[in-house]
């Protein structure tokens, strides 16, 4: 990824830490067909009353920017609650409001994915295994 990427987005736009959360631009593995308006986020750590709310502004202001596509790596959050999963479908949400683009996550860990079966999000949100198999997805 060259100075060329995703709106010219920096981890400086992106990188932050809240309580027991980390998010941070994903640089690597980002395969050739990654649009321009996509931006893929890797988050580690716990989702939960006290982080959502900071992440959802941290989206939210993604999506302002004009990212329509947003792919989030899910493989280092151990932990996620009903406010955490609120943030991705109020993503969901706005993105179809705005009539385009779309939220996927992928690499759950197994914990996450357990969570994800169990509320039925995964009826709503995709979830796939790899970033690349995300955009094959979300992106027609």
Do not use: C, W
């Not at 067909?33 to 893929?40: G, L, M, S, T």
């Not at 006290?50 to 932990?79: C, P, Q, R, T, W």
């Amino acid at each position: 990824m060259g100075a060329d990427n995703s709106l010219n987005l920096d981890g400086g736009d992106v990188d932050f830490s809240i309580n027991e959360l980390t998010v941070n631009l994903q640089k690597e593995d980002i395969p050739e067909n990654f649009p321009k308006n996509a931006v893929a986020l890797k988050i580690g750590g716990e989702i939960n009353l006290y982080s959502a709310h900071a992440l959802k502004e941290k989206i939210f202001d993604l999506i302002d920017k004009g990212f329509i596509y947003i792919f989030v790596n899910m493989e280092n959050i151990s932990y996620i609650d009903s406010s955490g999963l609120a943030v991705f479908m109020s993503t969901h949400a706005k993105l179809i409001k705005n009539g385009k683009g779309g939220i996927a996550m992928f690499s759950p860990s197994s914990q996450v994915n357990k969570i994800l079966e169990l509320t039925k999000l995964k009826s709503l949100i995709r979830v796939t295994g790899t970033l690349k198999d995300a955009i094959d997805v979300l992106i027609d």
